[in-house]
């Protein structure tokens, strides 16, 4: 079944705690990226990649890393989480970053950093 | 950079009646308008987009209306119904540009049985 998954899909820890949200998707998409979701603001994009090895700021990238060293993964670090990175994350991707690609969300994880 | 507003943030209507969802861009070279429909506790799903080089496109219950000259897009659904109730974010693309999508806040939709 062609998706993107995301892992852990909820995480409460603490503040200086460093974490890893993994992406994964099987599509062979070329385009992934980031958003994070919090009320009243709608999606915002964090990170995105256009294919492996190459990585750009979206919107909102501060405080947050990201790395493509595989067409199929982009994990989300937070190298020392603060509690206005509580938010809910989705990973997404598209086949390329063509305007007009569809994307598919993962599911969705569910971060409180207190 | 792309700025989208999007009107209104909570709406409610009774089952069987219209909804209609607006949305405003900032940047002409924008000609992408997708629309994600996202239930409670799921992840955002396209329903319907639309290009700049088309007015309006139809599926089934749902329409987008694209005016470029006044850069709006609208979503319309009729004969509204309660699996219809959730929240609808509308996006837009600029040509060449890489980093996709830019979002509108979201819009509630309540539909009342």
């Known amino acids: 079944e062609a998706q993107v998954t995301q892992n852990p899909r909820y995480l409460i820890t603490v503040t200086g705690k460093k974490l890893t949200v993994t992406c994964s998707q099987n599509m062979n998409h070329e385009y992934m990226s980031w958003y994070r979701q919090d009320p009243g603001l709608g999606l915002r994009q964090i990170y995105y990649?256009?294919?492996?090895?190459?990585?750009d700021k979206g919107d909102v990238p501060e405080g947050y890393k990201v790395s493509r060293k595989e067409k199929r993964n982009f994990p989300l670090i937070l190298e020392s989480p603060s509690p206005n990175q509580t938010s809910l994350y989705f990973c997404?991707?598209?086949?390329?970053?063509?305007?007009?690609?569809?994307?598919?969300f993962g599911p969705g994880t569910r971060l409180t950093v207190l | 950079g792309e700025n989208v507003e999007q009107h209104p943030s909570t709406l409610s209507v009774q089952e069987g009646d219209s909804a209609v969802i607006k949305c405003t861009y900032s940047?002409?070279?924008?000609?992408?308008f997708p629309w994600y429909k996202q239930e409670l506790g799921k992840r955002p799903q396209l329903i319907i987009d639309?290009?700049?080089?088309?007015g309006e496109k139809k599926d089934q219950r749902i329409a987008v209306t694209l005016n470029k000259t006044a850069k709006h897009f609208s979503l319309h659904i009729t004969e509204t119904q309660p699996e219809d109730s959730a929240v609808y974010f509308c996006a837009a693309s600029i040509a060449g540009s890489a980093r996709q999508l830019t979002f509108g806040s979201g819009t509630q939709l309540t539909v009342l049985p």
């Open positions: 940047d002409s070279a924008s000609n992408y």
């Open positions: 639309i290009r700049s080089n088309v």
């Open positions: 990649s256009m294919n492996v090895e190459v990585t």
């Open positions: 997404a991707s598209s086949l390329t970053s063509g305007s007009g690609d569809t994307q598919y």
